[in-house]
Protein backbone atom coordinates (compact mmCIF):
# COMPACT_ATOMS: atom_id res chain seq x y z
CA UNK A 1 0.00 0.00 0.00
CA UNK A 2 1.36 2.82 -1.35
CA UNK A 3 1.82 5.73 1.86
CA UNK A 4 1.78 9.65 1.13
CA UNK A 5 5.16 11.42 2.52
CA UNK A 6 4.22 14.32 4.51
CA UNK A 7 5.92 17.38 4.81
CA UNK A 8 7.00 18.06 8.39
CA UNK A 9 4.81 21.14 10.13
CA UNK A 10 7.96 22.75 11.88
CA UNK A 11 9.99 22.71 7.88
CA UNK A 12 6.98 23.84 6.08
CA UNK A 13 6.77 26.40 8.85
CA UNK A 14 10.40 27.37 8.32
CA UNK A 15 9.71 27.26 4.47
CA UNK A 16 6.60 29.80 4.66
CA UNK A 17 8.99 31.69 6.94
CA UNK A 18 11.64 32.09 4.45
CA UNK A 19 9.48 33.10 1.91
CA UNK A 20 7.33 35.90 4.01
CA UNK A 21 10.67 37.17 4.84
CA UNK A 22 11.69 37.60 1.28
CA UNK A 23 9.02 38.68 0.14
CA UNK A 24 8.67 41.00 3.21
CA UNK A 25 12.17 42.79 2.54
CA UNK A 26 11.49 42.85 -0.80
CA UNK A 27 8.47 45.08 -0.52
CA UNK A 28 9.79 46.90 2.16
CA UNK A 29 12.86 48.17 1.05
CA UNK A 30 12.71 48.12 -3.04
CA UNK A 31 10.47 51.03 -2.69
CA UNK A 32 13.13 52.61 -0.66
CA UNK A 33 15.86 51.88 -3.36
CA UNK A 34 14.08 52.82 -5.99
CA UNK A 35 12.71 56.18 -4.35
CA UNK A 36 16.75 56.86 -3.06
CA UNK A 37 18.20 56.82 -6.64
CA UNK A 38 15.62 59.01 -8.12
CA UNK A 39 16.07 61.69 -4.99
CA UNK A 40 20.28 61.38 -6.45
CA UNK A 41 19.89 64.56 -7.98
CA UNK A 42 17.65 66.51 -5.95
CA UNK A 43 20.14 65.97 -2.93
CA UNK A 44 22.39 67.27 -5.45
CA UNK A 45 20.63 70.55 -5.65
CA UNK A 46 19.78 70.94 -2.52
CA UNK A 47 23.71 71.10 -1.97
CA UNK A 48 24.92 72.71 -4.91
CA UNK A 49 24.33 76.47 -3.19
CA UNK A 50 27.74 75.15 -0.81
CA UNK A 51 29.61 75.01 -3.99
CA UNK A 52 32.04 76.43 -5.24
CA UNK A 53 33.63 78.43 -2.53
CA UNK A 54 35.87 81.20 -2.21
CA UNK A 55 37.80 82.34 -5.09
CA UNK A 56 36.61 79.94 -7.21
CA UNK A 57 32.97 81.14 -6.96
CA UNK A 58 34.72 84.30 -7.92
CA UNK A 59 36.54 82.86 -10.81
CA UNK A 60 32.87 81.00 -12.26
CA UNK A 61 32.33 83.82 -15.14
CA UNK A 62 28.18 82.18 -15.16
CA UNK A 63 27.57 80.64 -12.36
CA UNK A 64 24.18 78.52 -12.57
CA UNK A 65 22.49 75.19 -11.81
CA UNK A 66 23.74 72.82 -14.81
CA UNK A 67 22.45 69.24 -15.53
CA UNK A 68 23.92 66.20 -17.65
CA UNK A 69 21.17 64.53 -18.75
CA UNK A 70 23.26 61.11 -19.66
CA UNK A 71 24.86 61.17 -15.74
CA UNK A 72 21.85 61.85 -14.57
CA UNK A 73 19.86 59.09 -15.85
CA UNK A 74 23.04 56.72 -15.65
CA UNK A 75 23.69 57.60 -12.62
CA UNK A 76 20.21 56.58 -11.57
CA UNK A 77 19.58 53.65 -13.16
CA UNK A 78 23.31 52.54 -11.66
CA UNK A 79 21.86 53.43 -7.92
CA UNK A 80 18.71 51.50 -8.33
CA UNK A 81 20.82 48.51 -9.50
CA UNK A 82 23.35 48.56 -7.14
CA UNK A 83 21.02 48.58 -4.46
CA UNK A 84 18.81 45.95 -5.78
CA UNK A 85 21.81 43.85 -6.40
CA UNK A 86 22.40 44.82 -2.24
CA UNK A 87 18.76 43.96 -1.43
CA UNK A 88 18.73 40.40 -3.10
CA UNK A 89 21.97 40.22 -1.23
CA UNK A 90 20.15 40.74 2.02
CA UNK A 91 17.33 38.86 1.03
CA UNK A 92 18.77 35.80 0.70
CA UNK A 93 20.70 35.81 4.07
CA UNK A 94 17.60 36.88 5.59
CA UNK A 95 16.35 33.15 4.31
CA UNK A 96 19.20 31.34 4.73
CA UNK A 97 19.53 32.59 8.42
CA UNK A 98 16.17 30.83 8.82
CA UNK A 99 15.63 27.61 6.39
CA UNK A 100 18.93 26.62 6.06
CA UNK A 101 20.34 25.42 9.38
CA UNK A 102 19.40 22.63 11.16
CA UNK A 103 15.49 22.63 12.64
CA UNK A 104 17.22 22.21 15.90
CA UNK A 105 19.96 24.99 15.72
CA UNK A 106 17.39 27.40 14.85
CA UNK A 107 17.18 29.23 17.86
CA UNK A 108 17.29 32.79 16.36
CA UNK A 109 19.75 34.63 18.88
CA UNK A 110 22.84 36.67 17.98
CA UNK A 111 23.95 38.11 15.47
CA UNK A 112 21.69 35.52 13.02
CA UNK A 113 18.66 37.13 15.10
CA UNK A 114 19.01 40.90 13.82
CA UNK A 115 18.10 39.82 9.98
CA UNK A 116 14.43 38.48 10.74
CA UNK A 117 13.46 41.44 12.94
CA UNK A 118 14.62 43.68 10.08
CA UNK A 119 12.57 41.83 7.88
CA UNK A 120 9.57 41.63 9.13
CA UNK A 121 9.97 45.40 10.40
CA UNK A 122 10.33 46.44 7.01
CA UNK A 123 7.10 43.90 6.02
CA UNK A 124 5.03 46.09 8.46
CA UNK A 125 6.39 49.21 7.27
CA UNK A 126 5.19 48.20 3.59
CA UNK A 127 1.77 46.55 5.05
CA UNK A 128 1.10 47.22 8.32
CA UNK A 129 -2.59 45.48 8.08
CA UNK A 130 -1.72 43.10 6.10
CA UNK A 131 -4.50 43.75 3.74
CA UNK A 132 -2.82 44.21 0.69
CA UNK A 133 -3.05 47.66 -1.39
CA UNK A 134 -5.82 49.23 1.66
CA UNK A 135 -2.92 48.75 3.81
CA UNK A 136 0.09 49.71 1.84
CA UNK A 137 -1.91 53.08 0.76
CA UNK A 138 -1.87 53.72 4.68
CA UNK A 139 1.86 52.74 4.69
CA UNK A 140 2.13 55.50 2.04
CA UNK A 141 0.10 58.05 3.65
CA UNK A 142 2.21 57.65 6.95
CA UNK A 143 5.80 57.81 4.92
CA UNK A 144 3.97 61.21 3.35
CA UNK A 145 3.29 62.75 7.02
CA UNK A 146 6.66 62.27 8.77
CA UNK A 147 7.74 63.88 4.71
CA UNK A 148 5.42 66.58 4.82
CA UNK A 149 6.25 67.68 8.83
CA UNK A 150 10.10 67.35 8.40
CA UNK A 151 10.09 69.27 5.05
CA UNK A 152 7.73 71.93 6.58
CA UNK A 153 10.05 72.55 9.29
CA UNK A 154 12.85 72.59 7.57
CA UNK A 155 11.64 75.18 4.81
CA UNK A 156 10.49 77.39 7.84
CA UNK A 157 13.73 76.90 9.41
CA UNK A 158 15.46 77.80 5.97
CA UNK A 159 13.28 80.98 5.78
CA UNK A 160 14.10 82.07 9.05
CA UNK A 161 18.14 81.24 8.81
CA UNK A 162 17.68 83.24 5.34
CA UNK A 163 15.99 86.22 6.83
CA UNK A 164 18.45 86.83 9.71
CA UNK A 165 20.85 86.92 7.28
CA UNK A 166 19.39 89.62 5.17
CA UNK A 167 19.00 91.98 8.69
CA UNK A 168 22.52 91.00 9.57
CA UNK A 169 24.11 92.34 6.04
CA UNK A 170 22.76 95.97 5.17
CA UNK A 171 24.68 95.46 1.65
CA UNK A 172 21.86 92.50 0.62
CA UNK A 173 19.19 95.34 0.81
CA UNK A 174 21.09 97.96 -0.95
CA UNK A 175 23.49 99.82 1.70
CA UNK A 176 26.85 99.95 0.47
CA UNK A 177 28.17 100.09 4.51
CA UNK A 178 26.72 99.30 6.87
CA UNK A 179 26.36 103.06 8.45
CA UNK A 180 24.67 106.12 6.67
CA UNK A 181 24.85 109.97 7.58
CA UNK A 182 21.30 111.12 6.73
CA UNK A 183 20.18 114.92 5.98
CA UNK A 184 17.01 116.84 4.35
CA UNK A 185 19.87 118.21 1.72
CA UNK A 186 23.47 118.86 1.79
CA UNK A 187 24.03 120.42 4.92
CA UNK A 188 26.80 118.48 6.53
CA UNK A 189 27.88 117.04 4.09
CA UNK A 190 31.12 118.15 3.88
CA UNK A 191 31.95 117.70 7.15
CA UNK A 192 30.63 114.44 7.95
CA UNK A 193 32.84 113.45 4.71
CA UNK A 194 36.13 114.85 6.31
CA UNK A 195 34.94 113.26 9.80
CA UNK A 196 35.13 110.14 8.68
CA UNK A 197 38.39 110.32 6.41
CA UNK A 198 40.37 111.50 9.42
CA UNK A 199 39.24 108.94 11.60
CA UNK A 200 40.96 105.75 12.34
CA UNK A 201 39.88 102.13 11.14
CA UNK A 202 37.43 103.87 8.56
CA UNK A 203 38.12 101.75 5.50
CA UNK A 204 35.37 102.98 2.96
CA UNK A 205 33.48 106.63 2.56
CA UNK A 206 31.07 107.05 -0.23
CA UNK A 207 28.49 109.30 -0.91
CA UNK A 208 25.45 108.90 -2.23
CA UNK A 209 23.87 112.45 -4.61
CA UNK A 210 20.33 112.07 -5.74
CA UNK A 211 17.47 114.04 -6.98
CA UNK A 212 15.09 114.40 -4.41
CA UNK A 213 11.89 116.17 -5.75
CA UNK A 214 8.81 114.60 -5.83
CA UNK A 215 6.67 117.19 -6.97
CA UNK A 216 8.77 117.97 -10.45
CA UNK A 217 10.41 113.75 -10.23
CA UNK A 218 11.67 113.43 -13.35
CA UNK A 219 9.96 111.09 -16.28
CA UNK A 220 12.16 108.07 -18.24
CA UNK A 221 10.07 105.99 -20.65
CA UNK A 222 10.56 102.35 -21.71
CA UNK A 223 9.31 99.97 -23.82
CA UNK A 224 6.12 99.40 -21.13
CA UNK A 225 5.66 103.77 -20.62
CA UNK A 226 6.65 105.77 -18.17
CA UNK A 227 8.11 106.11 -14.62
CA UNK A 228 9.09 108.91 -12.51
CA UNK A 229 12.59 108.49 -11.42
CA UNK A 230 15.01 110.20 -9.26
CA UNK A 231 18.55 110.25 -10.80
CA UNK A 232 21.41 109.40 -8.45
CA UNK A 233 24.91 108.55 -8.53
CA UNK A 234 27.97 107.72 -5.99
CA UNK A 235 30.96 109.19 -5.54
CA UNK A 236 33.81 107.31 -4.22
CA UNK A 237 36.10 109.36 -1.43
CA UNK A 238 37.61 106.18 -0.16
CA UNK A 239 37.65 102.49 -0.45
CA UNK A 240 35.31 100.94 -3.09
CA UNK A 241 31.66 100.64 -1.28
CA UNK A 242 29.03 100.64 -3.65
CA UNK A 243 25.63 98.90 -4.13
CA UNK A 244 25.07 95.58 -4.84
CA UNK A 245 24.21 94.61 -8.40
CA UNK A 246 22.01 91.61 -9.01
CA UNK A 247 22.20 91.45 -13.05
CA UNK A 248 24.84 93.45 -15.43
CA UNK A 249 27.15 96.07 -13.51
CA UNK A 250 26.92 99.66 -12.21
CA UNK A 251 27.22 102.47 -15.66
CA UNK A 252 30.63 102.79 -16.55
CA UNK A 253 30.13 105.70 -19.26
CA UNK A 254 27.85 108.46 -19.53
CA UNK A 255 25.12 107.18 -21.78
CA UNK A 256 24.42 104.07 -19.07
CA UNK A 257 22.36 103.90 -16.76
CA UNK A 258 21.65 100.77 -13.58
CA UNK A 259 17.57 100.15 -12.65
CA UNK A 260 16.20 99.07 -9.43
CA UNK A 261 13.93 95.83 -10.40
CA UNK A 262 10.82 98.00 -9.50
CA UNK A 263 11.81 100.88 -12.03
CA UNK A 264 13.14 97.93 -15.15
CA UNK A 265 9.13 96.35 -14.53
CA UNK A 266 7.91 99.66 -14.86
CA UNK A 267 9.54 100.54 -17.85
CA UNK A 268 9.55 97.34 -19.29
CA UNK A 269 13.26 97.11 -19.81
CA UNK A 270 16.50 94.88 -19.38
CA UNK A 271 20.37 94.83 -19.55
CA UNK A 272 20.58 95.80 -22.71
CA UNK A 273 17.30 97.65 -23.58
CA UNK A 274 17.31 101.61 -24.11
CA UNK A 275 15.60 103.88 -21.64
CA UNK A 276 15.04 108.04 -22.74
CA UNK A 277 15.08 110.22 -19.82
CA UNK A 278 13.42 113.83 -19.70
CA UNK A 279 16.08 116.25 -17.89
CA UNK A 280 15.37 119.43 -15.69
CA UNK A 281 16.04 121.45 -18.40
CA UNK A 282 13.65 119.89 -20.80
CA UNK A 283 16.07 118.12 -22.98
CA UNK A 284 16.04 114.26 -23.63
CA UNK A 285 18.97 111.46 -23.09
CA UNK A 286 18.40 108.04 -23.95
CA UNK A 287 20.76 105.64 -21.72
CA UNK A 288 21.33 102.51 -22.08
CA UNK A 289 20.60 100.14 -19.09
CA UNK A 290 23.54 98.40 -17.76
CA UNK A 291 22.50 96.47 -15.11
CA UNK A 292 19.90 95.87 -11.85
CA UNK A 293 20.66 97.04 -8.58
CA UNK A 294 19.42 96.65 -5.23
CA UNK A 295 19.34 100.57 -3.55
CA UNK A 296 19.14 101.21 -0.52
CA UNK A 297 16.38 103.79 1.18
CA UNK A 298 13.82 103.75 3.94
CA UNK A 299 10.93 102.46 1.73
CA UNK A 300 12.05 100.06 -0.22
CA UNK A 301 15.43 98.98 -2.50
CA UNK A 302 13.52 98.12 -5.62
CA UNK A 303 13.49 101.47 -7.13
CA UNK A 304 16.97 102.97 -8.35
CA UNK A 305 18.15 104.58 -11.70
CA UNK A 306 21.76 105.18 -11.00
CA UNK A 307 24.07 106.93 -13.37
CA UNK A 308 28.22 107.90 -13.46
CA UNK A 309 28.91 111.33 -10.99
CA UNK A 310 29.35 113.03 -14.99
CA UNK A 311 26.29 112.30 -15.61
CA UNK A 312 24.04 113.57 -12.96
CA UNK A 313 24.74 117.30 -13.10
CA UNK A 314 23.90 117.48 -16.75
CA UNK A 315 21.05 115.45 -16.02
CA UNK A 316 19.54 117.27 -12.67
CA UNK A 317 21.26 120.89 -12.79
CA UNK A 318 24.27 122.70 -14.82
CA UNK A 319 27.42 122.17 -13.57
CA UNK A 320 30.02 119.74 -12.62
CA UNK A 321 29.99 117.24 -9.53
CA UNK A 322 31.85 119.41 -7.55
CA UNK A 323 29.35 121.44 -7.61
CA UNK A 324 26.02 119.52 -8.13
CA UNK A 325 25.55 119.72 -4.46
CA UNK A 326 25.00 123.41 -4.66
CA UNK A 327 21.65 122.31 -7.05
CA UNK A 328 18.20 122.66 -6.20
CA UNK A 329 16.59 119.28 -4.63
CA UNK A 330 19.84 117.51 -4.21
CA UNK A 331 20.17 115.15 -1.30
CA UNK A 332 23.58 113.71 -0.43
CA UNK A 333 24.09 110.37 2.06
CA UNK A 334 27.30 109.60 3.41
CA UNK A 335 28.03 105.63 3.64
CA UNK A 336 30.84 104.66 6.02
CA UNK A 337 32.70 101.32 6.95
CA UNK A 338 34.53 101.03 10.06
CA UNK A 339 36.85 98.16 11.10
CA UNK A 340 37.09 98.96 14.93
CA UNK A 341 34.76 99.89 18.00
CA UNK A 342 36.56 102.65 18.61
CA UNK A 343 36.27 104.08 15.01
CA UNK A 344 32.37 103.42 15.06
CA UNK A 345 31.60 105.16 18.29
CA UNK A 346 33.53 108.18 16.45
CA UNK A 347 31.28 108.08 13.76
CA UNK A 348 28.19 107.77 16.08
CA UNK A 349 29.32 110.86 17.64
CA UNK A 350 29.31 112.76 14.18
CA UNK A 351 26.13 111.60 13.25
CA UNK A 352 26.24 108.28 11.77
CA UNK A 353 23.61 105.61 12.68
CA UNK A 354 23.47 101.83 11.80
CA UNK A 355 21.86 101.51 8.30
CA UNK A 356 18.28 100.57 9.34
CA UNK A 357 16.34 97.62 7.28
CA UNK A 358 13.20 99.26 4.29
CA UNK A 359 9.94 99.24 5.29
CA UNK A 360 8.91 96.29 3.13
CA UNK A 361 12.47 94.14 4.45
CA UNK A 362 11.09 95.06 8.72
CA UNK A 363 7.44 93.85 7.06
CA UNK A 364 8.85 90.46 6.94
CA UNK A 365 9.40 89.90 10.64
CA UNK A 366 5.57 90.54 11.49
CA UNK A 367 4.65 87.32 9.78
CA UNK A 368 5.80 86.16 13.52
CA UNK A 369 5.66 82.71 15.21
CA UNK A 370 2.74 81.50 13.08
CA UNK A 371 4.96 79.15 10.39
CA UNK A 372 6.33 77.37 13.45
CA UNK A 373 3.07 76.48 14.85
CA UNK A 374 2.17 75.47 11.66
CA UNK A 375 5.32 72.99 11.12
CA UNK A 376 5.04 71.98 14.37
CA UNK A 377 1.49 70.53 13.77
CA UNK A 378 2.37 68.49 10.87
CA UNK A 379 5.08 67.29 12.33
CA UNK A 380 2.66 66.19 15.59
CA UNK A 381 0.56 65.02 12.80
CA UNK A 382 2.89 62.68 11.01
CA UNK A 383 4.50 61.12 14.52
CA UNK A 384 0.72 60.14 15.19
CA UNK A 385 0.90 58.74 11.93
CA UNK A 386 3.62 56.49 12.86
CA UNK A 387 1.33 55.75 15.62
CA UNK A 388 -1.00 54.28 14.27
CA UNK A 389 0.63 52.48 12.12
CA UNK A 390 3.05 50.53 14.38
CA UNK A 391 -0.45 50.11 16.51
CA UNK A 392 -1.87 48.44 13.72
CA UNK A 393 0.58 46.35 13.07
CA UNK A 394 0.75 44.97 16.32
CA UNK A 395 -3.21 44.22 16.08
CA UNK A 396 -3.46 42.83 12.38
CA UNK A 397 -0.01 41.32 11.88
CA UNK A 398 0.31 39.23 15.45
CA UNK A 399 0.28 36.07 13.91
CA UNK A 400 3.51 36.87 12.16
CA UNK A 401 5.14 37.71 15.54
CA UNK A 402 4.17 34.85 17.06
CA UNK A 403 5.70 32.44 14.31
CA UNK A 404 8.58 33.89 14.73
CA UNK A 405 8.74 33.41 18.60
CA UNK A 406 7.78 30.02 17.94
CA UNK A 407 10.58 29.79 15.67
CA UNK A 408 12.56 30.53 18.50
CA UNK A 409 13.10 34.54 19.05
CA UNK A 410 12.10 35.81 22.28
CA UNK A 411 8.91 38.50 23.06
CA UNK A 412 11.06 41.19 23.33
CA UNK A 413 13.25 40.69 20.63
CA UNK A 414 10.41 39.86 18.06
CA UNK A 415 8.52 42.73 18.61
CA UNK A 416 11.59 44.83 18.14
CA UNK A 417 9.95 44.39 14.83
CA UNK A 418 7.52 47.28 15.63
CA UNK A 419 10.23 49.35 16.58
CA UNK A 420 12.00 48.88 13.02
CA UNK A 421 8.94 49.19 11.00
CA UNK A 422 8.79 53.02 13.23
CA UNK A 423 12.40 53.25 12.21
CA UNK A 424 11.99 52.75 8.05
CA UNK A 425 9.10 55.47 7.88
CA UNK A 426 11.18 57.61 10.01
CA UNK A 427 14.10 56.94 7.34
CA UNK A 428 12.12 57.41 4.43
CA UNK A 429 10.09 60.47 5.47
CA UNK A 430 13.50 62.17 6.79
CA UNK A 431 15.27 61.21 3.96
CA UNK A 432 12.72 62.30 1.58
CA UNK A 433 11.59 65.38 4.16
CA UNK A 434 15.04 66.79 4.06
CA UNK A 435 15.92 67.41 0.78
CA UNK A 436 12.51 68.67 -0.25
CA UNK A 437 12.40 70.99 2.23
CA UNK A 438 16.00 72.76 1.46
CA UNK A 439 14.46 73.01 -1.81
CA UNK A 440 10.84 74.35 -0.92
CA UNK A 441 13.03 76.71 1.67
CA UNK A 442 15.62 78.27 -0.90
CA UNK A 443 12.88 78.34 -3.52
CA UNK A 444 10.22 80.38 -0.86
CA UNK A 445 13.21 82.36 -0.11
CA UNK A 446 13.87 83.25 -3.18
CA UNK A 447 10.15 84.57 -4.92
CA UNK A 448 10.15 86.42 -1.23
CA UNK A 449 13.26 88.34 -1.77
CA UNK A 450 12.35 89.27 -5.77
CA UNK A 451 9.24 90.24 -4.06
CA UNK A 452 11.21 92.49 -1.84
CA UNK A 453 13.82 93.45 -4.33
CA UNK A 454 17.10 92.65 -2.27
CA UNK A 455 20.00 90.08 -2.87
CA UNK A 456 18.93 86.70 -2.78
CA UNK A 457 21.47 84.93 -0.26
CA UNK A 458 18.67 81.63 0.43
CA UNK A 459 20.42 79.86 3.64
CA UNK A 460 19.86 76.65 5.05
CA UNK A 461 21.53 75.75 8.55
CA UNK A 462 22.79 72.52 9.18
CA UNK A 463 22.30 72.52 12.47
CA UNK A 464 18.27 72.55 12.43
CA UNK A 465 18.71 70.10 9.82
CA UNK A 466 20.21 67.40 11.37
CA UNK A 467 18.12 68.45 14.79
CA UNK A 468 14.87 67.78 12.78
CA UNK A 469 16.33 64.78 11.28
CA UNK A 470 17.39 63.40 14.69
CA UNK A 471 14.37 64.52 16.62
CA UNK A 472 11.92 63.03 13.61
CA UNK A 473 13.85 59.42 14.12
CA UNK A 474 13.63 59.68 18.06
CA UNK A 475 9.86 60.85 18.10
CA UNK A 476 9.37 57.40 16.10
CA UNK A 477 11.04 55.63 17.87
CA UNK A 478 9.77 56.12 21.04
CA UNK A 479 6.03 56.50 19.89
CA UNK A 480 6.85 52.70 18.56
CA UNK A 481 7.87 51.62 22.44
CA UNK A 482 4.19 50.93 23.92
CA UNK A 483 2.90 48.82 20.90
CA UNK A 484 5.99 47.25 21.30
CA UNK A 485 6.17 46.98 24.95
CA UNK A 486 2.51 45.84 24.93
CA UNK A 487 3.16 42.87 22.01
CA UNK A 488 6.09 41.38 23.87
CA UNK A 489 3.73 40.68 27.04
CA UNK A 490 1.27 38.77 24.53
CA UNK A 491 1.91 34.69 24.83
CA UNK A 492 2.56 33.40 21.63
CA UNK A 493 0.36 30.49 21.85
CA UNK A 494 -2.08 32.93 22.71
CA UNK A 495 -1.62 35.21 19.69
CA UNK A 496 -1.51 32.02 17.40
CA UNK A 497 -5.11 30.07 19.06
CA UNK A 498 -6.99 33.35 18.43
CA UNK A 499 -5.63 32.86 14.41
Not at 15 to 39: C, H, K, M, N
Not at 88 to 102: E, I
Not at 190 to 195: K, L, M, P, T
Not at 310 to 321: T, V
Request: glycine share 10%.
Amino acid sequence: MATVAREHPARRALGLARRDLTIGTITGVLPAVVAGAALVPLVALAASWLFPRGVARLAEPDPGLRVDATALVLGTIGTALAGAFLLAVLSALAARAVGDAPIVRQRLTGRASGRPVIALGASFAADPAGAGRRSQGTAAATAAGITLGVAELISVAALEASRDHLDANPHLYGAPTELVRQSNGTFGVADAVEAALRTDGVTAVTRHVFYDDDESALEATGPAGAARVAPAAFEIDRGGALPPVVDGRLPQGSDEVAVGSATARDLGVGVGDTVRLDTVTGDRRDLRVSGVVVLWSTEDPEHAFVVQPESLPEIICAGGFEQVEQCDSVTVEVFASVADPAGREALLAAGFADVAAPANVARLAQVGSIPWYVAGFLGILGILGVLHAVATSRRRRRRDLAIVRALGLTGPRAAGALTWQALLFAVVGVSVGVVLGALAGRRLWTLIADDVGVVVVPRVPLIAVVACALGAIAACIVVSLGPRWSAARVPAAEALRSE
